[in-house]
């Protein structure tokens, strides 16, 4: 081998031990957030099932326009014969957390898609948490039209 081989050589090598050490830094960065996103699920379900009620503001472009990243909402606890075809549901879904649309209801359960026509997949009755009344000021579901759901 010669030399400008040699130095070709070395130089590629410390470029594989920088990318490695990108690699486990982005991957660290990628742990804490998926971390800190399960935090808060886990914050959002424990609330609505002890409260019934929760207010936080998700994240994320799947909702839009109906709800854009950050905005306010509010979910409520309900029974799913409360639930329409068209509600934005906080749910689980093969074990991930949505606040997305109930897009069809079925025999089986209760099929979860985001607002650009992706499907999650189905949840059964006992996934499905609860159902967004507001977004920012925009009250979606009144009490009183929940009430009558629940009829």
């Known amino acids: 081998m010669d030399e400008l081989e040699r130095l070709a050589l070395l130089e590629l090598e410390q470029m594989a031990h920088l990318c490695a050490k990108d690699m486990k ?6 742990d804490a957030l998926e971390a800190l996103n399960m935090a ?6 424990k609330t609505l099932l002890e409260k019934g009620v929760v ?3 998700p994240h994320g472009n799947s909702m839009t326009p109906k709800i854009d990243s950050g905005d306010q909402v509010v979910v409520k606890k309900v029974s799913v014969k409360a ?4 509600d934005v549901v906080y749910a689980k879904v ?4 949505y606040l997305h649309l109930l897009s069809a209801i079925g025999q089986d359960g209760y099929q979860i898609s985001n607002n650009h026509g992706h499907v999650n997949g189905w949840a059964k009755a006992e996934s499905v948490f609860g159902v967004c009344v507001q977004v920012k ?5 009144s009490d009183e039209e929940l ?3 629940e009829k």
């Open 83 to 86: 639930l329409r075809v068209g």
């Open 55 to 57: 207010t936080f503001k």
């Open 137 to 141: 000021e925009k009250v979606l579901i």
């Open 25 to 30: 830094f982005y991957k660290g960065l990628f």
């Open 40 to 45: 808060r699920d886990n914050f959002v379900l």
């Open 94 to 97: 093969k074990g991930a957390y």
């Open 147 to 149: 009430k009558e759901r």
